[in-house]
């Protein structure tokens, strides 16, 4: 079973055999692929043009245009329903809590401040290690809530230096 949105307005899509069920109705369509991203789609005697404009495997998102009218479509499979009954997100799972000492060693520079906002790859802050600078970044975007050391502190493996 999946979940999907379509602006906003949320459906409840199964698959049985050659049919597909919305919200426990069985639909009864012809569908015709003209390439990759062109669709046509007859549906109660009316002629449905749809266009696949983006489609993000990883948000499990797309865009489409139906008639030349756009609509996003958020899909949610079994899995995410079932961590959403859990009360877990996982679609936070990219979101940025804190960056650690991947090693310990000195705090040479520290390149944020409170409050900025980070974006994923940036420099945050500048460890010495074995006689070597190491530039640790953002691991995602975020914002910077918190920073826990200060420049020319010694720190220890794993000591959590900035939290977002």
Do not use: C
């Amino acid at each position: 079973m999946y979940s999907v949105s379509i602006n906003e307005e949320n459906f409840s899509i199964e698959h049985d055999g050659d049919d597909f069920l919305i919200n426990g109705k069985a639909l009864n369509w012809d569908l015709h692929q003209f390439n990759e991203s062109q669709f046509n789609i007859i549906y109660n005697h009316k002629s449905y043009n749809i266009e696949l404009v983006n489609l993000d495997h990883k948000k499990k998102s797309l865009t489409l245009k139906l008639n030349n009218k756009q609509a996003e479509i958020q899909i949610r499979d079994k899995f995410d329903l079932l961590l959403e009954k859990l009360g877990i997100n996982g679609r936070e799972e990219n979101k940025a809590q804190f960056i650690s000492a991947p090693m310990p060693g000195l705090i040479l520079d520290i390149k944020v401040k409170v409050g900025d906002p980070v974006s994923k790859g940036q420099a945050l802050l500048v460890l010495e290690a074995m006689k070597m600078e190491n530039i640790l970044k953002a691991p995602a975007d975020g914002q910077v809530k918190e920073i826990l050391v200060s420049k020319g502190d010694s720190v220890e493996k794993n000591q959590v230096l900035i939290q977002f």
